[in-house]
C-alpha cells in the first residue's frame, strides 16, 4: 500500500514535470473560423494556459486574445485582424492565438499547474512559434492610409517590428528579456530586409522560470497616437515544463485595479475602489521596489516623471488579492 | 483595436480629429482699396440694384477684419475652387491631400471644425462633421467671396470661432442679358468648362451656372534625386454642379430669391507615399435649395429665409472590404429685421431654427438635432466712433447653450488712421458624430468655448497715382473643452472627450500698394502671419506636451501677390511660404510655392474674349502639405472665356 501510494506520487510528481504543448486545437475550430468572445469566463484555456480576453458586442471588438483557424494570408485591413499571414497555425495545425497588443498583453499559467499546491506554480517555458498577423503583415509590407510601408518612402527606411517577452513570477516582473523581430530593416543592405511570414521558433528559456508571460510590441513607425504599425501577432505550441510546488505560498489573485492610461510617460491613474486606503509599489524590472503611493479611494495620479523608460509592475502591499499589473513607461 | 469606424474615422475625419491651424487673411479687391473693411452703418436709403442676402451689420461686423474678393479675381481664378484662392492670396492654411482633393482650411490657429462657411446668408457646414470641403466650392460658381475674422458665434453660431467664410450670389435688377463660357486644359489631363447665363431686367432676374472638372492627376514626383521618379496613382477626380438663381421684385421694396445647387464629386483617394496602392473612393454630392424674402424701407428691414440642404458621402475601399455611407438632411429658418432708428443707431435681431436628420453606419440609429437661435445686434455710431454690442441665445435640443456677448469697436483716430478692436465670446457645439458615432460618440459632451480679443490698426492714403494700405491686427484667444478624438485611458478604441484648452495668439499684418499710370497699372499685396497656438493641458493620446503648438499649424505664414497690367494684358504673380509645423507622424519642413499667370483681353462691340496660360509651382517646388502625400511639381493651364453680354 505504501509502495503504491508512493509510486502514485511518484507519478503524480513526473506528470506534474512532465513537458506540456498547448497547440489550441481543444477548440476545434473549423478551418476559416475564429473566437474573439471568450463570455463570462474573461479569457480563453488551452492545456495549462490562460489567455484573457472581452468582446464588446455593441462594437464588435475584442482586446488581448482571440483564438483562429482563418487562412486569409491576402485581404489587407483591419477586418482581416484575426488572420496569421502563415496561412493557419504551426507545424501544419489548424489553430492559432492572435494578440492585440495595443497595450502588453499577458498569458498566464492556470489550470492543474495553478491549482498545485493550492495556489499557483510556475513553469520553465521552453519556447513558442511566433508569426505575423495578415493585418500587420500587410501593413507593414504595402502601406496603409496610417502605417508606413516598412523601407518608407526610399526603401531605406531601417524600420523594424519588435516584440518583446517577459516574465511576471509571484507578481513580479524578470529582468530578463526575449526579443524577436517580426519585421526587421534596420540593415543597410536591402535585400536582407524582411517581414516574417512563417512560423518561427522562439526560445523562451532565458526567461527562466515564470507564472506568466509579458508580451509588448514596438515599432520605427510611430506618431502621436502612438505606434502605428498595427499591433498583432500570433503565436502557436506554446512549449513549457510545469514545476512542482512552489518554494512560496502564492497569492491568489482574484480582483483587479484599473491602471491607465498605460503605456504613458508623464503620469499614470490608479482607479483604487475599495473604501479603506492602501499602499501601492512600483517594482522596476529587476524587482527592485522603486516608490510607494498612497492610494485614496478612487482615482489617484501617479508621478512618473523619475522613472526611466521601461516595464514596471505595481503591487497593492497592504491587500490580498489584488493582481499586479504592469506598467510601461515610455 | 482599431475598428472600421476607427479607420474611417481616422480616414475621413483627420480634420475634426486633429488639432489643425491656419491662417486666415484676404485683402480686399482692387476697387475697394480705400474703405478696407470700413463698415458703413447707413449708406442705404433706397433699395440697392446689387443685392446680397445678409446684412452687412451681421457680414461686418464692427470691430474685425474683413476681406473680400469681386467677382472678376473668382473668374480669373482659373476655374479653381475657393480653396486655390485662399492658399494663393490669403494665409488661411489649407489643409489639401492633393489636387482636387478635400480641402479644408483654418483660419487663426483654430481647427477646421472652427470655420464656417454661409453661403447667402446660411450656415453651411456639415452637422456630422462640423467643417467644409471647400474644394466643392469652385470660385466661378460665386460672385463675391468675403472673410470675416476671428470670433463671431454671436452673429452666426456655432463654429464661428476662427473666422466666418461668406459666399455670394448677387442679384440684380436691371435690363441685361448676358452668356460666359469657360473652357481651360491643365497638366494632368485637367478639364474645366463654366457656363454662366444671366438674363435680368428691373422685374425678374436669373442666373444659370453649370460646372464640370476632370482631372487624372496623374503627376510624377521624386523622392530623392537617386531615386527613379514615380507617377501618382489612383488620384483621378471629377466634379460637377449646378447653380440657379431666381430673382424676383414683385414690388418696390421687396423682393424673392429662390436658389437651387446640386454638385457631385467623384474623386479616387490616392495612396500615400508609404503605400503601394490605394482602391479608396469617395462620392460627395449635395442638393442646396433656398428661399429668400426681403423687405426693404427706410427705418426698417425683414428678411426671412428658408433653406433645405441634402447631402451625402459615400467612401468605398474595395481592398478592405469597407464601404461606408453617411448622409444628412437640414432644414433652416429664419427670419431677421432692422431697425434704424436714426443715422446714428441701428438694431437687428434675427431667430434661426435649424432642423437636421442624419444617417451613417456608426450611428445606431438616425439621429437629429434640433438649434434654435435668437441673436441681437445694436450699432451705435457717435462721430468718428461706431461701436457694436451683440448677444445670442442657443437652445440646443433641449439644452440651453450660455448667452454669448461679444462687442466690436472702430474709431478714427486720425484722417486715414483707423483703430478696431472686438472681444468675444465664442462656441461650437459637438458635431453629431462627435455625439453619436459608435464607438467613442460622447453624447456628454460639453460645447468648446472661450474668449477671444483682437486689436487691429488700419492706415491708408492716396497720392495723384498712388495708394497703399497697410494694417496690423493682434488677436488672443482661449478655447476651452477643446473637443479631441483620441484613445482614452483604459479603453482601446477612440472617443470623443473635450480634454484640452488651446490658447491662440497672433499677429497678421496685410500691405497693399496699387499704382496706376495712363495705361499701366500695378497692384501689390501681401500679408505675414505669425501665430502660435499651443495645447495648454499635457495629453497622452494624441502625444502632445503642454505648450506645444498644434499639428499641421505652421507659426509662420507669408503670401505676396503682384499684378501688372498694361491696357488689357495682365500678369500675376502669386507667391506664398508656409513655415513648418509638426504632422502626425513627420515633421513637415517648409516650402514656398510661386505661381504665374498672363492674360489677355479683348473686347469687340459685346463679345469679350480672355486668354490665360498659367504655370503653378513655378519653381518646381518639392514640398509637402500632409506628411506622407505627394504634391504635384511645376504644372500648366491654358484657358479661354467667352462673354456676351446685351445690356
Not at chain 1, 507564472?211 to 509588448?216: C, M, Q, R, T, V
Not at chain 2, 515633421?587 to 473686347?603: C, F, K, M, W
Request: some cysteine.
Amino acid at each position: 500500500m505504501k509502495q503504491t501510494f508512493t509510486l502514485l506520487i511518484l507519478l503524480w510528481t513526473f506528470a506534474l514535470s512532465a513537458q506540456e504543448v498547448v497547440d489550441f486545437e481543444n477548440f476545434n475550430l473549423a478551418v476559416g473560423t475564429s473566437l474573439n468572445d471568450s463570455g463570462e469566463a474573461g479569457g480563453f484555456t488551452s492545456g495549462n494556459l490562460f489567455f484573457p480576453n472581452s468582446y464588446n458586442p455593441d462594437f464588435d471588438s475584442w482586446t488581448d486574445w482571440g483564438i483562429s483557424a482563418q487562412t486569409d494570408t491576402l485581404t489587407p485591413g483591419f477586418m482581416n485582424d484575426l488572420s496569421s499571414i502563415a496561412g493557419g497555425g504551426a507545424e501544419g495545425t489548424n489553430t492559432y492565438a492572435v494578440s492585440a497588443a495595443f497595450s502588453p498583453t499577458i498569458m498566464s499559467l492556470t489550470g492543474a499547474s495553478a491549482e498545485m499546491g493550492g495556489t499557483g506554480t510556475s513553469a520553465a517555458f521552453s519556447g513558442m512559434y511566433v508569426t505575423n498577423n495578415t493585418y500587420a503583415a500587410l501593413s507593414m509590407e504595402q502601406g496603409d492610409a496610417f502605417a508606413k510601408k516598412f523601407g518608407g518612402e526610399t526603401g531605406d527606411d531601417e524600420d523594424f517590428f519588435l516584440l518583446t517577452i517577459q516574465k511576471f513570477l509571484d507578481g513580479v516582473i524578470g529582468s530578463e528579456v526575449v526579443q524577436f523581430f517580426l519585421a526587421d530593416f534596420r540593415s543597410v543592405d536591402n535585400n536582407q530586409d524582411y517581414i516574417l511570414k512563417d512560423w518561427t521558433f522562439v526560445d523562451l528559456t532565458p526567461l527562466g522560470k515564470a507564472d506568466s508571460l509579458i508580451f509588448s510590441l514596438s515599432s520605427s513607425d510611430n506618431g502621436q497616437f502612438g505606434m502605428n504599425t498595427p499591433a498583432y501577432f500570433c503565436i502557436d505550441q506554446i512549449t513549457f515544463e510545469a514545476q512542482g510546488p512552489p518554494t512560496s505560498v502564492k497569492e491568489v489573485f482574484t480582483k483587479s485595479f484599473e491602471l491607465f492610461p498605460n503605456p504613458s510617460s508623464i503620469f499614470t491613474t490608479i482607479h483604487w475602489p475599495e473604501s479603506q486606503q492602501a499602499t501601492a509599489a512600483i517594482y522596476s524590472m529587476s524587482g527592485q521596489q522603486i516608490q510607494t503611493y498612497n492610494l485614496q479611494t478612487g482615482n489617484n495620479q501617479l508621478d512618473l516623471s523619475s522613472l526611466s523608460a521601461g516595464v514596471y509592475s505595481i503591487r497593492i502591499l497592504n491587500e490580498v488579492g489584488w493582481q499586479p499589473q504592469l506598467l510601461v513607461v515610455k | 483595436m482599431p475598428l472600421f469606424q476607427d479607420f474611417l474615422l481616422r480616414n475621413l475625419l483627420l480634420d475634426a480629429a486633429l488639432l489643425c491651424k491656419g491662417k486666415l487673411f484676404a485683402v480686399a479687391a482692387l476697387i475697394l482699396v480705400f474703405q478696407l473693411g470700413y463698415a458703413q452703418v447707413d449708406t442705404v436709403l433706397m433699395m440697392p440694384t446689387i443685392e446680397i442676402s445678409a446684412p452687412t451689420i451681421r457680414t461686418q461686423a464692427v470691430g474685425g477684419r474683413v476681406d473680400r474678393w469681386s467677382s472678376e479675381v473668382l473668374q480669373n481664378n482659373g476655374g479653381a475652387s475657393i480653396a486655390d484662392l485662399l492658399k494663393r492670396e490669403s494665409n488661411v492654411f489649407v489643409k489639401s491631400y492633393g489636387l482636387g482633393s478635400i480641402a479644408t482650411t483654418a483660419v487663426r490657429g483654430a481647427s477646421a471644425g472652427h470655420t464656417v462657411v454661409v453661403w447667402n446668408g446660411i450656415a453651411l457646414q456639415s452637422p456630422m462633421l462640423g467643417l467644409l470641403d471647400l474644394s466643392m466650392l469652385p470660385s466661378g460658381l460665386m460672385d463675391q467671396v468675403g472673410i470675416q475674422y476671428g470670433g463671431q458665434s454671436t452673429l452666426w453660431g456655432s463654429g464661428a470661432i476662427g473666422g466666418v467664410i461668406h459666399l455670394e450670389n448677387q442679384t440684380t435688377f436691371t435690363e441685361k442679358s448676358s452668356v460666359d463660357l469657360q473652357s481651360s486644359y491643365g497638366s494632368f489631363s485637367t478639364f474645366q468648362q463654366q457656363v454662366v447665363l444671366k438674363k435680368s431686367n428691373k422685374k425678374w432676374s436669373s442666373t444659370t451656372r453649370l460646372f464640370n472638372q476632370t482631372a487624372t492627376n496623374d503627376f510624377t514626383y521624386r523622392i530623392r534625386a537617386d531615386l527613379p521618379t514615380k507617377t501618382q496613382t489612383h488620384a483621378a477626380v471629377k466634379q460637377k454642379g449646378f447653380l440657379q438663381e431666381l430673382g424676383f421684385q414683385t414690388s418696390n421694396n421687396q423682393q424673392w430669391t429662390v436658389y437651387f445647387w446640386t454638385q457631385k464629386a467623384e474623386r479616387e483617394i490616392p495612396p500615400t507615399t508609404t503605400q503601394t496602392r490605394s482602391e479608396a473612393f469617395q462620392v460627395d454630392d449635395f442638393i442646396r435649395t433656398t428661399v429668400q424674402w426681403k423687405k426693404t424701407g427706410l427705418k426698417h428691414t425683414l428678411q426671412a429665409k428658408v433653406a433645405h440642404f441634402s447631402e451625402g458621402i459615400d467612401y468605398q475601399d474595395a481592398s478592405i472590404g469597407l464601404r461606408a455611407l453617411s448622409d444628412f438632411k437640414t432644414t433652416i429658418g429664419e427670419v431677421e429685421g432692422i431697425w434704424k432708428k436714426s443715422t446714428n443707431t441701428a438694431f437687428h435681431w434675427g431667430i434661426n431654427d435649424t432642423y437636421t436628420t442624419a444617417k451613417a453606419d456608426s450611428y445606431s440609429t438616425n439621429r437629429s438635432e434640433n438649434r434654435t437661435a435668437l441673436f441681437i445686434a445694436l450699432q451705435h455710431q457717435k462721430g468718428p466712433w461706431k461701436a457694436q454690442l451683440n448677444f445670442r441665445q442657443e437652445l440646443v435640443d433641449s439644452t440651453l447653450v450660455p448667452i454669448m456677448p461679444s462687442m466690436g469697436i472702430e474709431t478714427k483716430l486720425q484722417e486715414q488712421l483707423l483703430i478696431k478692436a472686438k472681444v468675444s465670446r465664442n462656441y461650437r457645439l459637438p458635431t453629431l458624430n462627435d455625439r453619436f458615432w459608435e464607438p467613442g460618440g460622447n453624447a456628454n459632451l460639453q460645447a468648446e468655448n472661450g474668449w477671444s480679443e483682437e486689436v487691429g490698426l488700419h492706415t491708408f492714403g492716396a497720392k495723384k497715382n498712388h495708394a497703399w494700405s497697410y494694417s496690423l491686427t493682434g488677436f488672443n484667444r482661449h478655447i476651452d473643452n477643446w473637443i479631441l478624438w483620441s484613445i482614452a485611458p483604459g479603453n482601446s478604441f477612440w472617443s470623443a472627450n473635450n480634454i484640452t484648452k488651446v490658447w491662440s495668439r497672433g499677429i497678421e499684418q496685410r500691405i497693399r500698394y496699387t499704382f496706376s499710370a495712363k495705361n499701366w497699372t500695378l497692384a501689390i499685396k501681401g500679408g505675414y502671419d505669425y501665430i502660435r497656438s499651443t495645447n495648454q493641458v499635457a495629453l497622452e493620446s494624441p502625444r502632445i506636451a503642454a505648450g506645444e503648438q498644434l499639428i499641421y499649424v505652421p507659426i509662420h505664414q507669408g503670401f505676396a501677390k503682384a499684378e501688372i497690367a498694361y491696357g488689357t494684358l495682365q500678369a500675376v504673380y502669386n507667391h506664398t511660404f508656409t513655415g513648418a509645423s509638426q504632422g502626425i507622424s513627420d515633421a513637415l519642413a517648409s516650402y514656398q510655392l510661386g505661381d504665374l499667370r498672363i492674360q489677355y483681353r479683348h473686347t469687340l462691340n459685346k463679345w469679350d474674349t480672355l486668354i490665360f496660360i498659367q504655370a503653378n509651382n513655378i519653381w518646381n517646388t518639392n514640398y509637402r502639405v500632409i506628411e506622407r502625400r505627394a504634391m504635384p511639381g511645376r504644372y500648366y493651364q491654358i484657358g479661354i472665356n467667352i462673354n456676351f453680354e446685351n445690356k
